[in-house]
C-alpha cells in the first residue's frame, strides 16, 4: 500500500518535507473558488511538476482521494463518525480540511454557495472581551464571518459577544499588512526571521521525536511491568499533551518559513491574488494577534475606532533570536482608528 503524500513513513509521524508545501498549494486552489474542480487542480499540480507517491501524474481521482483523507489534517474519524485527533501530525489544518468536506458536498449537491476560506481562524484573531479565539462561523443570511463562541454545557467556549463580518475584517487586517510590508527594509527583515523560524521549525522536528521516542519507552516500561497501569495514563496523557502543542507550533513555524512574497512589484495585487495559505503565514508572521472587541450596537456594518487591534510582531526580536517577539506597532499601524 502506498503511502499518504504529504507523509514520509505509512505510520504518518513524519512529514515530507518536498510535498507539505505542494499540498498546501493544492487545497488553497481547491479553496479559494468553488468552480476550481478536483480535474484543474491536477493540471495546476502536474504543470508544476508535482507527482504522486508513485511517481505517477495527479488526476480528478486522485486528487480527490486525497482530499477526501482526515489524516492529511492529523485527523481521523471515530466510531461515531466525528473527527477527533489522530495522533499524528497535519499538512493543513482542521478547518481547512472540514472546508474541503463541505466544498465536496456542495459540488455533490450543486450548491452555488462555495465554502470560505477564513484567514484570521485556528488562533489568529481573539475576542477583545474573553481572549478566546474566534471561529470561521456563517450568518443565518450564509454570510462569511468569525464570533466568539458561547460556552456549552461543558464550560468549553467564550463570551459569545463578539461578531464580526469575515470580508470587514480580512480587508482591513491586509490594507495594514500590504502597508506594513510596503516599508523600506521590512522584506529584508521578513528573511532574517524566515531564517529564524526555519531554526525553530528543525528544533520543534527534534522535540517532537524525542516525545514519540518517550511515548515509546514509556510503553516499553509498562509492557515490563516495570510502571503501573496509572503511571503509564499519566505519562502518555502528558506526553500526548507536549506533542499536540509542539505539532501546533511547529505547522505554524512550517507556514511562516516556506511562504515566498516573490517579486511582485505591486503587493496589493499579489495579496488579491494570492493564495490563503500564503496570505496567512505572512499574517502571522507579521501579527502576534488580532484583538475584535464587541461593536457599539447590534447591527453595525463598519469598523468602529478602536474595535479592531492589531498587535505586530517585532521582527529584528524574532531574527534575533529573542523569545520576547511580540509588541505594538507604531502609531500610524496602530488601530483604535475607524477602518471604514
Known amino acids: 500500500m502506498p503511502r499518504l503524500y504529504g507523509f514520509d513513513d505509512q505510520s ?27 480535474a484543474e487542480v491536477a493540471v495546476w499540480a502536474n504543470g508544476q511538476g508535482y507527482r504522486g507517491t508513485l511517481g505517477g501524474e495527479w488526476k480528478d481521482a486522485s486528487v480527490g482521494r486525497l482530499f477526501r483523507n482526515p489524516s492529511i489534517a492529523g485527523l481521523r474519524y471515530d466510531e461515531d463518525g466525528q473527527l477527533v485527533d489522530a495522533g499524528h501530525p497535519g499538512v493543513i489544518t482542521r478547518e481547512e480540511f472540514e472546508a474541503l468536506l463541505a466544498r465536496e458536498q ?14 484570521l481562524t485556528d488562533g489568529g484573531c ?45 480587508s482591513h487586517v491586509g490594507e495594514y499588512v500590504v502597508a506594513e510590508l510596503l516599508k523600506p527594509g521590512v522584506r529584508a527583515q521578513i528573511l532574517e526571521a524566515q531564517a529564524t523560524v526555519r531554526r525553530l521549525a528543525e528544533n520543534l522536528d527534534r522535540e517532537i521525536k524525542d516525545l514519540e521516542a518517550r511515548r515509546t519507552e514509556v510503553g516499553t516500561l509498562y509492557g515490563t511491568r516495570q510502571i503501573s497501569k496509572d503511571a503509564l495514563v499519566a505519562a502518555e496523557k502528558q506526553i500526548a499533551d507536549s506533542l499536540k502543542f509542539a505539532r501546533s507550533r511547529n505547522r505554524y513555524a512550517e507556514q511562516m518559513a516556506n511562504f515566498s512574497l516573490g517579486r511582485a512589484k505591486d503587493l496589493v495585487r499579489w495579496w488579491n491574488a494570492a493564495p490563503t495559505a500564503s496570505k496567512r503565514a505572512i499574517t502571522t508572521l507579521l501579527l502576534e494577534n488580532v484583538e475584535v472587541f464587541p461593536a457599539s450596537a447590534r447591527g453595525v ?24 517577539a511580540g509588541g505594538e506597532a507604531p502609531a500610524d499601524h496602530r488601530h483604535g482608528q475607524a477602518g471604514d
Not at 13 to 19: G, I
Not at 106 to 119: A, I, N, S, T, V
Request: net charge neutral; charged share 30%.
Open 12 to 38: 504518518r509521524q513524519r512529514l515530507r518535507d518536498d510535498e507539505v508545501d505542494p499540498l498546501r498549494q493544492m487545497v488553497s486552489r481547491a479553496l479559494v473558488d468553488l468552480s476550481v474542480s478536483n
Open 106 to 119: 456542495h459540488r455533490k449537491m450543486g450548491d452555488p454557495e462555495q465554502p470560505y476560506d477564513y484567514l
Open 126 to 170: 481573539t475576542c477583545g472581551q474573553c481572549t478566546h479565539a474566534l471561529q470561521g462561523a456563517r450568518t443565518n443570511a450564509g454570510t462569511p464571518g468569525y464570533r466568539c463562541r458561547p460556552k456549552d454545557k461543558n464550560g468549553r467556549g467564550g463570551c459569545g459577544e463578539v461578531r464580526i463580518d469575515a470580508e470587514l475584517l480580512e
Open 301 to 324: 456594518r463598519t469598523l468602529e475606532p478602536g474595535r479592531v487591534v492589531l498587535h505586530w510582531r517585532k521582527l529584528a526580536d524574532l531574527s534575533a533570536g529573542s523569545d520576547d
